[in-house]
């Protein structure tokens, strides 16, 4: 079912978003999940979404260790580029909705995906970013990390203590992700009462098990399109995240 397309503030509550509000308000332990869509509103590129592609280079190769080695200058190029789109955006009403849903649920958690850093511009105090963050730098060689939050970096970044080449702090493919946040991830999915998941295409892996760990928890959907997720979601709202949430905040 697509939801009502009533503008922002519509006034009368459309039976989407109503019943999308009484399955959300029921929860006290909910486990939101989010991946580069919710972000999409805020003009930050989605990794698979015909914006993805940077350069004829596909996300995918990139964000890996081997082309990291390979050739650290064009990699660094790419999250060079992904921070300088990153550094104005600001978070959209879907970020808002979030916040404050979690403001109110203490034993509530969010899961994201993207390292782009507005669910925490948005005011949520501690988000698990479980893919790292573009704005954090480690170095290869003392393994010294920092937030860098220079646009543009000098390309390639070295480190201030002992010249090391810097690398993202961010989990490329086939790296291990930060054990204590997806231990949170799991805890959490495991006493969940609600998995809301908004803006994943729910490929990528640990993450997209996480819903199924959520055994009897109802699962709802923000997605304008389907995913492997969709066939088990009580409810799929197939709308863009901050166009639908907007009217809810
Ligand atoms: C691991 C950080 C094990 C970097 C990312 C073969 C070899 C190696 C590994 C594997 C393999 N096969 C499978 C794997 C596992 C692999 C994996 O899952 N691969 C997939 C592709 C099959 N996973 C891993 O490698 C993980 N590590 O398994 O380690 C291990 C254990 C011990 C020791 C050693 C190893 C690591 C995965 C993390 C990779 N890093 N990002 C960076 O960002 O630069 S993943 C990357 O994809 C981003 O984080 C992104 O967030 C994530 C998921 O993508 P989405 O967020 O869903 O974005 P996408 O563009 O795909 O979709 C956007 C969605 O939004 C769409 O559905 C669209 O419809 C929707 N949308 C659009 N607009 C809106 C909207 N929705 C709402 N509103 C809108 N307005
Ligand atoms: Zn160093």
């Known amino acids: 079912m697509t939801a009502d397309r009533r503008g922002p503030g519509?006034?009368?509550m459309d039976p989407?978003?109503?019943?999308?509000?009484?399955?959300?308000?029921?929860?006290?332990?909910?486990?939101?999940?989010?991946?580069?869509g919710v972000s999409a509103e805020s003009g930050v590129p989605t990794f698979r979404g015909d914006d993805g592609l940077w350069r004829s280079h596909r996300a995918e190769t990139l964000a890996t260790p081997r082309a990291?080695?390979?050739?650290?200058g064009l990699?660094?190029?790419?999250?060079?580029?992904r921070r300088s789109r990153v550094a104005p955006a600001r978070p959209n009403p879907a970020h808002r909705w979030i916040t404050n849903y979690l403001a109110e649920r203490p034993h509530g958690l969010l899961v994201t995906q993207n390292v782009d850093g507005l669910h925490r511009l948005s005011g949520l105090p501690d988000p698990v970013e479980i893919h790292g963050s573009l704005w954090t730098v480690r170095c290869t060689v003392c393994g010294a990390e920092a937030e860098d939050r220079r646009v543009p970096l000098p390309i390639p970044p070295r480190c201030?203590?002992?010249?090391?080449?810097?690398?993202?702090?961010?989990?490329?493919?086939?790296?291990?992700?930060?054990a204590a946040a997806l231990e949170r991830a799991v805890t959490a999915a495991a006493v969940a009462d609600l998995v809301l998941v908004v803006g994943t295409s729910a490929v990528v892996y640990p993450v997209a098990g996480l819903p199924a760990l959520a055994r009897d928890a109802p699962l709802v959907e923000i997605n304008p399109?389907?995913?492997?997720l969709s066939p088990?979601?009580?409810?799929?709202?197939?709308?863009?995240?901050?166009e639908f949430l907007g009217p809810l905040c």
Not at 23 to 36: F, K, Q, S, W, Y
Not at 68 to 72: G, I, L, T, V
């Open 10 to 12: 519509g006034a009368k």
């Open 16 to 36: 989407d978003r109503k019943r999308f509000s009484r399955l959300t308000a029921a929860a006290l332990r909910p486990l939101v999940i989010t991946g580069a």
């Open 68 to 72: 990291f080695a390979a050739d650290p």
């Open 75 to 81: 990699v660094w190029q790419w999250y060079d580029w």
């Open 160 to 178: 201030a203590g002992c010249g090391g080449l810097l690398r993202p702090g961010v989990v490329w493919f086939g790296e291990p992700l930060p």
């Open 225 to 228: 399109e389907p995913t492997p």
């Open 232 to 242: 088990g979601a009580m409810f799929a709202v197939r709308a863009r995240a901050g």
